[in-house]
């Protein structure tokens, strides 16, 4: 599935995105390795075990900056939050550079915000309609 609709990622690990080029997969469990994944160690994860507010997570598919292993670290460090969302965005890379990845991401976050302000975890089909369309005629825009 590419940007246009972001799902959960699958914790199944034959299911996560291949490797980008030869030996890109031992580069990214190095720099997972090298980041230190206990809180005492990192002043951001520690902050992230202190935070109680609300926490949106979102990862790119196809990111080669930030490896899997340290958005599962601060899955992990956000235990104390009142919620945690997390998304994956198949396809995208690390700065969003398809205009359709973009598009997702931004509903995505208008959606996580609306949600965040009216305290509901319903969907308002009308309001995300015109928003939508909104961001679309943006788009087209540009």
């Known amino acids: 599935m590419r940007c246009n609709e972001?799902?959960?990622r699958?914790?199944?690990p034959s299911l996560r995105r291949p490797a980008a080029g030869r030996g890109a997969a031992q580069l990214r469990r190095a720099v997972a390795a090298s980041r230190a994944r206990d809180p005492r160690n990192n002043r951001a994860l520690a902050a992230a075990t202190r935070f109680k507010g609300d926490v949106l997570i979102v990862e790119s598919g196809g990111d080669v900056v930030i490896p899997?292993?340290?958005i599962d670290?601060?899955?992990g460090a956000f235990a104390q939050?009142?919620?945690l969302t997390?998304?994956?965005?198949?396809?995208a890379d690390h700065g969003l550079t398809d205009p359709a990845c973009r598009l997702a991401y931004t509903t995505m976050l208008v959606n996580w915000i609306t949600e965040m302000i009216s305290g509901a975890r319903t969907v308002d089909?009308?309001?995300q309609k015109r928003i939508?369309?909104?961001m679309k005629s943006q788009a087209a825009v540009k």
């Open 6 to 8: 972001p799902r959960h």
């Open 10 to 12: 699958l914790s199944n």
């Open 68 to 70: 899997h292993e340290v």
């Open 73 to 75: 670290n601060y899955r």
């Open 81 to 83: 939050a009142r919620s």
């Open 86 to 91: 997390y998304r994956l965005l198949d396809g």
């Open 125 to 127: 089909v009308p309001s």
């Open 132 to 134: 939508q369309e909104a």
